[in-house]
């Protein structure tokens, strides 16, 4: 983390609070981002992360603040490619499950790696995607408990816009995204972790 990442998050969250489409609803779409900025801030020195998992964990933090600023049913740009596309939904809420298994499964890479928690890649890939499924699994419940409390008022929040099997979507998103972090990311973040002062672990070769 440094001024750059700070100065972006703050500029996106300030951004995102004023005038939302829905302040309960914004409260609850931005609260990841927050606890999750609390929990970088606490750790920073003492299990200071990755520069990838660090931007990666940025980038869906201002997927979430745009998503509570206009609601995930109603931003623009996804409005737009709904109406051009011809689709039946805005899908701007699917970019954010799956940045919901992308994301965590990089950190949850890293901090399965770097506790050497588990032995083995194939191991180390069954139990990242494992829990991203279970994070997303749990925010569902989440949502289905905000539903059950407040009742009308959560309508935005859970973003169905009447689609049946938009729990189980979500959830395949999610999937999709963490397999795609290992694909995608896995040597870039082997390097990166390497890098890091004290690393136990070996840089993979070219």
């Not at 409260?27 to 992360?49: G, M, Q, S």
């Not at 965590?104 to 399965?112: D, F, K, N, S, Y």
């Not at 506790?115 to 180390?124: D, E």
Request: proline residues 4%; contains cysteine.
């Amino acid at each position: 983390m440094n001024v750059t990442w700070f100065v972006i998050f703050f500029a996106v969250l300030l951004w995102s609070a004023v005038h939302p489409k829905d302040c309960f609803t914004w409260f609850l779409e931005v609260f990841p981002a927050l606890a999750a900025f609390v929990v970088l801030v606490a750790t920073r020195r003492r299990f200071p992360l990755t520069r990838l998992s660090y931007g990666l964990i940025l980038i869906h933090s201002i997927i979430l603040m745009v998503g509570g600023h206009y609601t995930y049913a109603e931003v623009p740009l996804f409005n737009w490619i709904r109406d051009a596309f011809e689709m039946g939904r805005n899908n701007y809420d699917k970019v954010g499950h799956l940045a919901q298994g992308f994301v965590p499964a990089v950190v949850i890479r890293e901090i399965i790696i770097r506790l050497r928690l588990v032995s083995g890649r194939r191991w180390t890939h069954f139990f990242v995607v494992a829990t991203c499924l279970a994070v997303s699994a749990f925010y569902e419940l989440i949502e289905w408990w905000v539903a059950v409390l407040a009742g009308a008022s959560s309508e935005a929040f859970l973003g169905t816009q009447g689609y049946a099997w938009d729990t189980q979507s979500d959830m395949a998103m999610a999937l999709v995204g963490a397999v795609l972090a290992l694909v995608l990311l896995g040597r870039i973040h082997d390097r990166q972790l390497a890098a890091l002062p004290g690393s136990a672990v070996e840089k993979p070769s070219p």
